[in-house]
């Protein structure tokens, strides 16, 4: 089992920058795939970024392309999302998510269903 926590969301101006932390539990971290979810009310979750289990590999949501960046620290056990240029629409709640999966987690995955375990959320809200 593997627990997820999230931290660093807030309140930010619009052209501001945040830095989501996710904490994770247990020894095998370094061998998951890791990815950043946002759901905003009303609205589907969607994908924002991945990252595979090195490092080495990350792919991003159009939507955040050049704005945002996953990394990871394997020897923290923790990922993160940097956030530069925010923008109202980026307001929703921020998951981290952990896939375990060997032959998605080598790569990162876009895809939800691909992740086993995920945080409780972080609000991040951009105000105009």
């Known amino acids: 089992q593997v627990q997820l926590v999230e931290s660093g969301g807030g309140l930010v101006q619009a052209g501001g920058s945040l830095r989501l932390s996710c904490a994770a539990s247990?020894?095998?971290?370094?061998?998951?795939?890791m990815g950043w979810f946002r759901q905003a009310p009303g609205k589907e979750r969607d994908f924002v970024a991945a990252i595979n289990w090195s490092g080495g590999n990350t792919v991003y949501a159009d939507s955040v392309k050049g704005r945002f960046t996953i990394s990871r620290d394997n020897a923290k056990n923790t990922v993160y999302l940097q956030m530069n240029s925010l923008k109202p629409e980026d307001t929703a709640v921020y998951y981290c998510?952990?896939?375990?999966?060997?032959?998605?987690?080598?790569?990162?995955?876009?895809?939800?269903?691909?992740?086993?375990?995920w945080g409780q959320g972080t609000q991040v809200t951009v105000s105009s």
């Open positions: 247990g020894r095998t971290f370094g061998s998951y795939g």
């Open positions: 998510a952990a896939d375990p999966t060997r032959s998605t987690a080598r790569y990162g995955s876009r895809w939800d269903g691909t992740y086993v375990y």
